[in-house]
């Protein structure tokens, strides 16, 4: 399985939590921008005229700000450049603010099949406090354009002020507007953003109090019919995020644009984050690689036995023995004792109790320890 990402690093303003590479301030450059991603995607063509490719992924910043024929010829260039299969899943994330039928019109007939959608939560004063462009009324009528089509939605716990009452009603909004998949993720704030500044300041909730809220939550979603396959992911059955899957199942993956990542045949390598210099880059004929790094065995290791358990499904001891040439089981007997209340093994798949799942970093750091 392999995987196309596409970086849209552009947005109206950006969320108070926001760490990643968006430039609010910088739409006047997304035409040359996206001229520079299709010259990109051409450069790669030979090198990867092997994969097959089962995912296109359109993330951001906020993709859908920008004109929707942009996009549409963004899928073009990846049909042109690569092998991207017939029934391949092609998602674009979406922030309600920025939405309309017009739009939404040019993505089904592009090809797009999915669709993320950012709700974070349905407190029109939580959306204020975050900076988000969007309110409760603008998801509604996004999500009735997207009537009985294939959409996911984002909540967020662990907000300022936030409670078990506001998560649930969040939750049960995104499920009753139609949405088939739901991702449910604990803020973080990092430093350096205007959030972090609350978090030093103790104003938002503590890790025993998102413990919580992520149980509730987890609850809610089981009562209206969402498996949770992930830890932070949950869906109705059949609709697992394939971009998702390919990340935990550590498929190879290319990235294009600015701080996009990519992952191929264990090599890992990232775009320069500084927009001026992915400009340069490209338009002198050479890739915007920034940092590129060889993942050795004991890497590829660590990376499986993490983004197994992270999962529902767990670690495939089979696949684990075919890969590495050892036993799962012989190996880690040391760090399987520590943990013994916390795991089950079942059906050839070693995984965390669903119980335990929210705290799986403190399981995993057992087995990376012991790699």
């Avoid at 932070?232 to 190879?252: A, I, M, T, V």
Wanted: aromatic content about 12%.
């Amino acid at each position: 399985m392999a995987g196309i990402y596409v970086h849209i690093p552009f947005c109206k303003s950006k969320c108070r939590y926001c760490d990643f590479a968006s430039f609010p301030d910088k739409l006047c450059f997304a035409e040359s921008y996206m001229a520079c991603v299709y010259r990109e995607m051409a450069m790669r063509k030979v090198e990867l005229k092997g994969y097959d490719f089962d995912t296109l992924y359109i993330g951001g910043g906020t993709p859908s700000v920008i004109d929707e024929n942009y996009i549409a010829m963004l899928v073009a260039a990846a049909r042109k450049n690569f092998n991207l299969k017939e029934n391949a899943e092609i998602a674009i994330e979406m922030n309600p603010g920025t939405v309309s039928a017009k739009k939404i019109e040019t993505y089904l007939k592009c090809g797009i099949n999915r669709f993320s959608v950012g709700l974070q939560t349905a407190v029109d004063s939580q959306l204020a406090e975050l900076g988000r462009i969007h309110n409760l009324k603008e998801f509604l009528l996004c999500t009735k354009l997207l009537k009985d089509r294939n959409f996911s939605v984002d909540v967020m716990i662990g907000l300022k002020d936030q409670t078990v009452a506001d998560i649930e009603k969040t939750i049960e909004t995104a499920a009753y507007s139609g949405a088939k998949h739901i991702s449910m993720y604990a803020l973080s704030p990092e430093d350096g953003t205007p959030i972090y500044t609350d978090y030093l300041n103790g104003e938002l909730p503590d890790g025993d109090e998102v413990a919580g809220m992520y149980e509730a939550g987890v609850e809610k979603l089981k009562v209206l019919g969402f498996d949770r396959y992930e830890v932070s992911n949950f869906c109705k059955k059949g609709f697992e995020s394939s971009h998702n899957l390919n990340y935990w199942r550590r498929g190879d993956y290319i990235g294009f644009g600015v701080a996009a990542s990519s992952c191929i045949n264990n090599v890992r390598f990232t775009n320069t984050f500084d927009l001026d210099e992915y400009f340069k880059c490209i338009l002198s004929g050479h890739l915007a690689v920034k940092d590129r790094e060889e993942i050795d065995k004991t890497g590829q290791e660590e990376e499986f036995i993490m983004l197994a358990l992270r999962t529902s499904r767990g670690l495939d001891l089979k696949e684990f023995e075919k890969l590495f040439n050892e036993n799962f089981l012989d190996k880690y007997a040391i760090a399987l004792q520590k943990v013994t209340g916390y795991i089950e093994v079942n059906d050839g798949f070693l995984k965390i109790k669903d119980r335990f799942l929210f705290i799986q970093n403190s399981i995993i750091v057992e087995f990376l320890q012991a790699v």
